[in-house]
């Protein structure tokens, strides 16, 4: 195993913390007066961006939406998606939907919330699993039992914590334009087994105990609330080199330019 094999599954678990079209017809003109509310984790704090506030993802995102939209930026580097419920993040944003939806005034309204969340959900197994040894490839973590467990119960956490709070962000303002996003592979086409763990996790694998990934029970959610899906994944494929920082894990300001497009593409 090479060198780097155990930061490197880290690195590859922890990606999924950062990151095919939409599932429902974007909205009409998603433009301001108003509000854009970004729910999320590092990526939405930027991290990895060269100017944070200009060059990241959700600051592109709002100079390309049309009209005067104020932003509130909620993205806090680590959260899991439990984190997204439990620390106030999706109270504030539910708040501010409810606040600005019952003043009357259809110009102070929220017009679009954008949500990316669920790699860090993965990392105890990095903690509990990769580091002591555990699970050092993909084909001896598919064989231990200890690794299977974990991350069945990762993603078998995630699909819940999601589908709460897209429905207590529809609750707040039925109208609501979300754009959820599907996370990326930092490791597509790179050193093996950073990249076959990445893709399991994010993507599953047929004739596994994980057919689907956590970017199947994104697709699924998006399906069922009926918000709109935009695509990261397909994005980053063979792309690594391109789109992520030093750090190997978030985009770089190439990386956070091609997401704002897509989400922009999305929604407008």
């Not at 005034?105 to 919330?113: A, C, R, Y």
């Not at 935009?230 to 978030?250: N, R």
């Amino acid at each position: 195993m090479r060198w780097l094999s155990a930061a490197a599954l880290f690195v590859a678990l922890l990606a999924a913390a950062c990151g095919r079209g939409g599932e429902s017809a974007p909205p009409e003109g998603v433009s301001g007066p108003g509000a854009y509310i970004a729910l999320g984790d590092s990526l939405s704090e930027g991290v990895g961006a060269s100017v944070r506030g200009e060059s990241d993802f959700v600051s592109r995102v709002w100079d390309g939406l049309p009209g005067e939209l104020e932003l509130l930026n909620l993205g806090e580097s680590g959260d899991t998606s439990r984190d997204l419920i439990g620390h106030g993040h999706l109270d504030q944003a539910v708040e501010e939907l409810e606040r600005r939806r019952g003043d009357d005034d259809p110009d102070n309204d929220v017009k679009l919330v954008t949500l990316e969340i669920g790699g860090n959900d993965l990392l105890d197994i990095f903690f509990s699993l990769v580091l002591p040894g555990t699970c050092p490839s993909l084909k001896e973590a598919l064989a231990e039992q200890a690794c299977v467990e974990s991350l069945r119960s990762a993603l078998d956490e995630y699909r819940p914590n999601l589908a709460a709070a897209i429905d207590r962000l529809q609750e707040a303002d039925p109208d609501l334009p979300i754009a959820l996003m599907t996370l990326y592979n930092p490791f597509s086409g790179g050193l093996q087994p950073i990249d076959e763990m990445a893709e399991l996790a994010l993507e599953g694998q047929a004739d596994t105990p994980f057919p689907e990934g956590l970017n199947d029970v994104i697709r699924a959610e998006a399906r069922r609330q009926g918000v709109i899906l935009v695509e990261w994944y397909p994005l980053f494929e063979g792309k690594a080199g391109e789109y992520i920082a030093s750090d190997y894990i978030h985009p770089n300001d190439e990386g956070y330019r091609v997401m704002a497009e897509a989400v922009l593409d999305a929604v407008l």
